[in-house]
Nanobody, 125 residues
């Protein structure tokens, strides 16, 4: 199982940008698809983006972030990234990275077996 640690969250103004990172330790990073999810206060955890298990692999995004967010991974550094641009107040949430064994990601949080502790992103208007 992987251990995941997110970083890069913070306070940013509307229209600003942030880069989240998620560093992995443990086994099976290269064999794992990775995803980003988020949870706003009082709301359920929701899918943000996922990437297949090879560097430069296929990506999938939630409609709410498509065209603004980019997920990528560097297998040599055992890190997955989420570049967030043109941030909106509704992007405010705790962001989590997650991993699941296998080539393909999923929009379903229940299919991920490893989770980070989360990093707070706050977008102020």
């Amino acid at each position: 199982q992987l251990q995941l640690i997110e970083s890069g969250g913070g306070l940013v103004q509307v229209g600003g940008s942030l880069r989240l990172s998620c560093a992995a330790s443990g086994q099976n990073f290269i064999a794992s698809a990775l995803g980003w999810f988020r949870q706003a206060p009082g709301k359920e955890r929701e899918f943000v983006a996922t990437i297949t298990y090879w560097t430069g692999g296929s990506t999938t995004y939630a409609d709410s972030v498509k065209g603004r967010f980019t997920i990528s991974r560097d297998n040599d550094k055992r890190t997955v990234y989420l570049d967030m641009n043109n941030l909106k107040p509704e992007d405010t949430a705790v962001y989590y990275c997650a991993a699941r064994i296998g080539p393909a990601g999923s929009r379903d949080a229940n299919e991920y077996s490893s989770w980070g502790q989360g990093t707070q992103v706050t977008v102020s208007s």
